[in-house]
C-alpha cells in the first residue's frame, strides 16, 4: 500500500485551519489508511493508505478529504473548469502502441518546495498502483509556459527525433534513452516488439514526454512554475480519465484554475479534463441491509456529505453525486462502504454480553489435523503453497487431466494467472526451488483447491530420491488409507503424469478420489529437476462427509 509522506503544517494550511496532530492521528485512519508515523512537536507525517483510495494519494486530496470527514467543509467539492484555447491532436498512429492520451491545463500556482515534493509523489504512487507501473498508464506534468500549442501526440522513428531527457544534459534519441539513461532502462520493456515509439510534441516539434519513458528536460517544473500542462497516456481510458482527474484537482488545491484543452482524435473533437459527477441511485432499505444498521436516509445523506459526496434522500430512494476523482466508487455497495466510513465503524454494534462457551474443531480441521500427524509419521515435512498458479503448470507440463478453473482477471504477474485445480504442481514447484539441496526429499501439503466454484480439501505427497518406486508410494497411499479408516479399491490409469503402467486412481464407494504412482520422465524434466519422483493426491471431502462423527 502506498506511503504518502507530507508535512503537518502543510496539511493545516490545505485544510484551512490548524487540526490538533492527535485529532489527525486518530481520524485519518477512519477514512481508510494507517498512520506510519504522527508525532506531536514533529512537523513531518506518512500515512499508509489503503489501494481502493488513490485520490488521497497526495496531501492535497487528503487535505479535501479531511475537510469533509471533519465537518470543516462537507459534501462535494466542486471545481470549476473554464476552456482554454490549447488544441491537442491525437494522431491514429498511437491506437495499436499506446492508443489513450488526455490533457488538461492549471494556471495560476504557486510551486514552493512542499508542492514540488507533492507533485513528484503523486506521479509516482499514481504510476505504482493504478498505473501498474506504468504498464497501464503514465503521468507527465509539464511547465506551460516554456511550450507552444498546439500539442501532437504521435508514433515517430526511434532515431528519428532526439531531446535532452530529464535529468540528462546532453541529447538522446529514444533508442538511446532505453539504453542508457536509468529510467529508459527500468521501462524499456513496456515498448518491446514496437518499431516506432510514441511522443508529444509542441508546435515547435519541442519534445514534451516520450511515454511512458521519460519527460524532457525542457518543461521540468520547478518552483519557479505557475502554469502546468497534464499529460495522460495509457491503456485504459477510465484509468487514463481517473488519474488526470485527480492530478487537476489535487494542483486545484493549490489555486490553482483548471481550464480544457480541446482534444481531437479519429475525427471528433471533445474536451478534457472533463469533471462532470456521476449520479447512483441506492435504497437506503438495502444499505442498512448491507452495513447491519438501521439508519434514517437522513443520517445517511449526512454520512455520504462526511465522505465528500452529494446526497438528497426521496423516501426510501437516495440520489448520490459522485465526483470524478471518486475512482474507487464503481457500484452501489461502495457507496454503502462509504455511508459506514461516514457513520463511523466505531459507531456500530452495541454492548457485548459475557457467556460461557465452548468451541471446538469443524470435522474438516481436525481430520486435517489427524493427517497431518500421519504424515510426518511418515517421514514427510509440511509445506505451504499459495493457491494460485498459472494453466502451464497445472495442466501442460504435469499433463493432469483438464479441470475448468478460475480465471484471475488483472494477474500481476503471468505466474499466477488461475486458482488451482490440483496441488501436485504446486508441491513440484517446492522441488523444482530446492533441486540443489540434498536427497531424499518428502514433502505434503494438506490444502485448497476450487473446482466447479467450489472449495475442496485435498492432500498430497511428493518424493524425490536418487531412485523411487511405484512400490513405495503405494504403501503410502496405502498407510494413509487405513489410517483413515476407509474401505478403497485402486485401478489402473492412463493419466499420461505417470509412467506407463506405474500409477493408479484411488476409489472410494465407487467413485475416484485420487491418483498415485511415478512420475513420467518428460514431466520430471518438463519441471527441470534431474530425479524421478513419486506422488499420491487424494481428495479428502468425500473421507471426511462419510467419516466425520468416527475419524481417529
Known amino acids: 500500500m502506498p506511503v504518502i509522506n507530507f508535512k503537518y503544517s502543510d496539511l493545516c494550511s490545505l485544510i484551512g485551519q490548524e487540526v490538533p496532530m492527535e485529532t489527525l492521528a486518530d481520524r485519518i485512519p477512519m477514512i481508510g489508511a494507517d498512520i506510519e508515523h504522527a508525532e506531536a512537536g514533529c512537523d513531518d507525517m506518512s500515512v499508509e493508505f489503503f489501494p481502493d483510495r488513490p485520490d488521497l494519494y497526495c496531501v492535497e486530496g487528503t487535505a479535501r478529504g479531511m475537510r469533509a470527514f471533519l465537518g470543516i467543509e462537507k459534501g462535494m467539492k466542486t471545481y470549476d473548469v473554464t476552456k482554454s484555447d490549447i488544441d ?42 493504478i498505473g501498474r507501473k506504468r504498464k497501464k498508464l503514465a503521468i507527465g506534468i509539464h511547465d506551460l509556459d516554456k511550450i507552444n500549442a498546439p500539442f501532437t501526440y504521435r508514433l515517430a522513428e ?28 527500468d521501462y524499456a520493456h513496456l515498448l518491446k516488439g514496437y518499431d516506432k515509439y510514441p511522443i508529444i510534441l509542441d508546435r515547435d516539434n519541442n519534445v514534451l514526454s516520450f511515454p511512458p519513458i521519460i519527460n524532457g528536460s525542457l518543461t521540468t517544473v520547478t518552483t ?24 487537476a484537482t489535487a494542483l486545484a488545491e493549490r489555486g490553482g484554475r483548471i481550464e480544457s484543452v480541446t482534444m481531437h482524435e479519429s475525427g471528433k473533437t471533445f474536451q478534457s479534463p472533463d469533471l462532470t459527477p456521476a449520479e447512483y441511485r441506492i435504497s437506503a432499505a438495502e444499505c442498512n441491509k448491507y452495513l447491519g444498521t438501521d439508519l434514517t436516509p437522513k443520517q445517511m ?40 466510513i461516514g457513520y463511523g465503524f466505531e459507531n456500530f454494534g452495541g454492548k457485548y454480553t ?56 488483472n494477474p500481476a504477474t503471468e505466474d499466477v494467472t488461475c486458482l488451482r485445480t490440483y496441488l501436485m504442481p504446486s508441491l513440484i514447484n517446492i522441488l523444482r526451488h530446492n533441486k540443489h539441496r540434498d536427497l531424499p526429499q518428502r514433502i505434503f501439503e494438506v490444502g485448497n483447491i476450487v473446482r466447479d466454484n467450489d472449495i475442496h ?15 513405495g508410494i503405494k504403501s503410502v497411499t496405502e498407510s494413509v488409507l487405513r489410517e483413515m479408516g476407509c474401505e478403497y479399491e485402486l485401478k489402473p490409469t492412463d493419466i ?49 462427509a462419510d467419516h466425520k462423527d468416527t475419524m481417529f
Open 457 to 471: 480439501v485435498h492432500l498430497c505427497a511428493m518424493e524425490t530420491a536418487s531412485k523411487v518406486s511405484f512400490t
Open 354 to 409: 459475557l457467556q460461557q462457551t465452548s468451541g471446538v474443531l469443524e470435522p474438516v480441521t481436525s481430520f486435517s489435523e489427524d493427517i497431518r500427524d500421519v504424515m510426518i509419521g511418515l517421514g514427510y515435512m509440511e509445506v505451504m503453497t499459495l493457491t494460485l498458479i498459472n494453466d502451464k503448470d497445472e495442466f501442460e507440463t504435469s499433463k493432469l487431466p483438464w479441470m475448468d478453473n478460475v480465471r484471475v482477471l
Open 88 to 129: 491537442v491532436f491525437v494522431d491514429d498512429s498511437v491506437r495499436n502502441v499506446r492508443p489513450y492520451f488526455l490533457c488538461g491545463v492549471v494556471r495560476g500556482v504557486d510551486i514552493d518546495d512542499n508542492m514540488l515534493k507533492s507533485i513528484m509523489e503523486m506521479q509516482e504512487k499514481l504510476h505504482t498502483t
Open 158 to 185: 526511434p532515431h528519428s527525433i532526439r531531446f535532452v531527457p530529464l535529468a540528462k544534459t546532453e541529447e538522446m534519441d529514444m533508442e538511446e534513452i532505453l539504453t542508457k539513461h536509468e529510467k529508459g532502462r
Open 224 to 247: 519557479d512554475t505557475h502554469n502546468l500542462f497534464i499529460d495522460v497516456t495509457g491503456f485504459d481510458r477510465k484509468a487514463v480519465k481517473g488519474a488526470l482527474d485527480i492530478v
Open 496 to 544: 499420461k503424469t505417470f509412467i506407463d503402467g506405474r500409477g493408479a486412481e484411488i476409489y472410494f464407494k465407487g467413485k475416484p478420489i485420487g491418483m498415485f504412482g511415478e512420475m513420467a520422465i518428460d514431466v520430471v524434466t518438463g519441471y527441470e529437476i534431474t530425479h524421478p519422483i513419486a506422488f499420491l493426491e487424494i481428495d479428502l471431502g468425500p473421507i471426511i
Open 301 to 340: 445523506v449526512d454520512a455520504f456529505a462526511k465522505m465528500g459526496l452529494d446526497a438528497v434522500a426521496d423516501g426510501d430512494e437516495l440520489k448520490v453525486t459522485v465526483p470524478a476523482y471518486r475512482l474507487d466508487i464503481m457500484h452501489k455497495v461502495d457507496l454503502f462502504e462509504d455511508v459506514g
